[in-house]
């Protein structure tokens, strides 16, 4: 079955890069997700990236996306101690349709120490 | 500004009680999903709807069970709490098409005692 695999804990100091890493399964993947969860909140949409993509940069964030591994990255420059929460990778599920309902990973909880 | 609302933050119930939680969304989606979030197993679906009267199972269904009479509207039902079903849930919508971004909801942390 389908499933996204992130590693549980990054921990960086403020002002060092975070690279969060993620491998999924479903090839078929048209769109893949990071998602952000600051503490005692729901999930946002961080950003995304189309699978004709390799790269998508967006200010501090940078995407990358390896189709033949099967393995997704996102990079956060200059890391500061807002930055810090849970980040979970996602892809499409395969349930046919236009259901839409996404896979989630464990999600990573970054750590910024000052 | 889109949201998704959870009718509670914070809920303490006894063993064996009936629990509902309540979801609406102001953004017109078709789809609408129950997830449960616990420490180092992340969210995993429990049921998803993606029209009225319409339900799916996800991949914990056991003990919920829901109802989406109205499209805005997404209502997960514990029948019988028990305390294996402490956690937070967060509802989300989205709409169809290729590209989905999820709207979620602030979360319900539950406590069955």
């Known amino acids: 079955g389908e499933d996204v695999e992130q590693s549980l804990f990054l921990s960086v100091r403020e002002g060092d890069s975070s690279v969060i890493n993620c491998t999924y399964t479903d090839s078929s993947s048209t769109y893949l997700y990071w998602y952000k969860q600051e503490p005692g909140a729901g999930l946002q949409l961080l950003t995304y990236i189309f699978s004709n993509m390799d790269m998508k940069q967006d200010q501090r964030l940078t995407v990358l996306l390896n189709k033949k591994d099967k393995h997704l990255s996102l990079r956060i420059a200059d890391t500061q101690t807002g930055d810090s929460a849970i980040y979970f990778c996602?892809?499409?599920?395969?349930?046919?349709?236009?259901?839409?309902?996404?896979?989630f990973g464990k999600g990573t909880k970054l750590s910024v120490k000052p | 500004d889109v949201k998704v609302t959870q009718s509670s933050r914070y809920l303490v119930k006894r063993t064996g009680e009936k629990v509902f939680l309540e979801c609406v969304q102001d953004?017109?989606?078709?789809?609408m999903f129950w997830y449960r979030q616990d420490p180092g197993l992340g969210l995993r679906l429990i049921y998803f709807s993606y029209d009225v009267k319409m339900k799916e199972k996800g991949d914990i269904p056991e003990g919920y069970s829901v109802s989406r009479e109205k499209k805005e509207r997404f209502s997960l039902i514990l029948e019988s709490a028990s305390t294996n079903q402490t956690s937070m849930y967060l509802c989300?919508?989205?709409?169809?098409?290729?590209?989905?971004?999820?709207?979620f909801g602030q979360g319900t942390r539950l406590t069955v005692v």
């Open positions: 953004m017109d989606h078709e789809n």
């Open positions: 996602a892809e499409r599920g395969g349930n046919g349709g236009s259901q839409g309902n996404l896979i």
């Open positions: 989300a919508s989205s709409s169809g098409g290729a590209f989905t971004e999820a709207f």
